[in-house]
């Protein structure tokens, strides 16, 4: 079986590729000079960076600086009626949207 993908393949009909299917270095060029980077979040190209169609860096903090504070642009009310310890629960609460707790005993 001459040419089969895999000596004495019995689906021997699959055959090697004669030629690379791949695009040439000069078309690939072509095509990275009109990428859609940063175009949109569904892009295929980002470059790093806060923005809203950035990728995130891997060192970033979250700490206003070099990337989005956590919970900004919301907003948590404690009202006076409401007691200490609800305000801490309320608090806890908030937090969860943000943060994956695991319990231990």
Do not use: C
């Given at each position: 079986?001459?040419?089969?993908?895999?000596?004495?393949d019995?689906?021997?009909?699959?055959?090697?590729?004669?030629?690379?299917?791949?695009?040439?270095?000069?078309?690939?060029?072509?095509f990275?000079?009109?990428?859609?980077?940063?175009?949109?979040?569904?892009?295929?190209?980002?470059?790093?960076?806060i923005?809203?169609?950035?990728?995130?860096?891997?060192?970033?903090?979250?700490?206003?600086?070099?990337?989005?504070?956590?919970?900004?642009?919301?907003?948590?009310?404690?009202?006076?009626?409401?007691?200490?310890?609800?305000?801490?629960?309320?608090?806890?609460?908030?937090?969860?949207?943000?943060?994956?707790?695991?319990?231990?005993?």
């Amino acid at each position: 079986m001459a040419g089969a993908v895999v000596d004495g393949d019995p689906f021997g009909p699959i055959r090697k590729e004669k030629t690379s299917t791949a695009p040439d270095p000069r078309t690939v060029g072509q095509f990275h000079e009109r990428a859609d980077t940063d175009a949109s979040t569904g892009a295929i190209h980002h470059t790093l960076g806060i923005g809203h169609n950035q990728a995130s860096p891997g060192d970033h903090a979250h700490d206003g600086a070099g990337s989005a504070l956590i919970g900004r642009g919301r907003k948590l009310q404690l009202h006076t009626a409401v007691s200490d310890a609800q305000k801490i629960l309320n608090i806890i609460d908030m937090l969860h949207r943000f943060v994956d707790f695991t319990e231990v005993p």
